[in-house]
T-cell receptor, first 111, second 112 residues
């Protein structure tokens, strides 16, 4: 059964460092998303991506964040200069047009 | 701005009970309502998707209903089992970008 895969499963980084979270969406899907979940809080929308461009982004998704689909299979989230408050579980999701399928997440710990 | 609320926050039941989880949303102009399961420290597994034109969806022991006019959805779990223990999240899709707005979840514990 097709699934969304994310790597790494856990990443520890020092404050101020750049991190890239990687996702391989389901192959025939057209819409791609990043969400995050701070420990004990709701899952929050970060950004949606369609037709090689951002279609919507939240207030959280500021200039420190960027997304890219470099090769038609991978979908990446980059955080340029990490802050302590960026520590969270980051989920990638994809959909054809309705039902969204999520990956297992990357736990990012900023120290 | 869409807000999604789930009640109760936590629920503990003995094995075999039928139970209902509630989800409410403030903006009835939704495209879809999706229910997910999340195990501790894990990802989100899609359980059921109800499109705005539908009233309910069923999968095995799960049944989800949608009442857009009242801004409510329920997830019914029949004959609960210890393996059903998890956090259940509902999310509404209100825009044409597929952005999901999540509730805070109901953490279910089914005791043997």
């Amino acid at each position: 059964e097709p699934e969304v895969t994310q790597t790494p499963s856990h990443q520890v980084t020092q404050m101020g460092q750049e991190v890239i979270l990687r996702c391989v969406p389901i192959s025939n899907h057209l819409y791609f998303y990043w969400y995050r979940q701070i420990l004990g809080q709701k899952v929050e929308f970060l950004v949606s991506f369609y037709n090689n461009e951002i279609s919507e982004k939240s207030e959280i998704f500021d200039d420190q964040f960027s997304v890219e689909r470099p090769d038609g299979s991978n979908f990446t989230l980059k955080i340029r200069s990490t802050k302590l408050e960026d520590s969270a579980m980051y989920f990638c999701a994809s959909s054809m047009n309705t039902e969204a399928f999520f990956g297992q997440g990357t736990r990012l710990t900023v120290v | 701005k869409q807000e999604v609320t789930q009640i109760p926050a936590a629920l503990s039941v003995p094995e075999g009970e039928n139970l209902v989880l509630n989800c409410s949303f403030t903006d009835s102009a939704i495209y879809n309502l999706q229910w997910f399961r999340q195990d501790p420290g894990k990802g989100l597994t899609s359980l059921l998707l109800i499109q705005s034109s539908q009233r309910e969806q069923t999968s095995g022991r799960l049944n989800a209903s949608l009442d857009k006019s009242s801004g409510r959805s329920t997830l019914y779990i029949a004959a609960s089992q210890p393996g059903d223990s998890a956090t259940y999240l509902c999310a509404s899709d209100s825009g044409n970008t597929g952005k999901l707005i999540f509730g805070q979840g109901t953490t279910l514990q089914v005791k043997p």
